[in-house]
């Protein structure tokens, strides 16, 4: 995943094996920003106070998502694989909640 922008509050951290920017001093990966935003259906004020990070980190985040939506994905996609392979994601039987 390469990044085509300089980033004021984001950045990599390759301590967590992961190639997606992560907000500068929080520690939250920007797609847990897109997902609050569009799945959890908060305001990006709500964000910025809920995760208590500056507002303009939040719009920076949803724009790099926007702009590396593919590769975000496909490192999730993969990341997802190496879980299952390790049988950490396992269907959960009928009986079991």
Request: negative net charge.
């Amino acid at each position: 995943m390469t990044t085509k922008a300089n980033y004021r509050y984001l950045e990599k951290r390759p301590d967590k094996g992961s190639q997606e920017l992560y907000v500068r001093g929080a520690g939250v990966r920007a797609s847990s920003l897109w997902h609050d935003r569009y799945v959890s259906r908060l305001s990006p004020v709500q964000i910025a106070d809920d995760r208590d990070i500056p507002l303009d980190a939040v719009y920076e985040a949803l724009a790099y998502c926007q702009e590396s939506w593919e590769d975000i994905c496909q490192e999730k996609d993969r990341e997802r694989g190496r879980l299952e392979a390790q049988g950490f994601l396992q269907e959960r039987s009928p009986d079991r909640p």
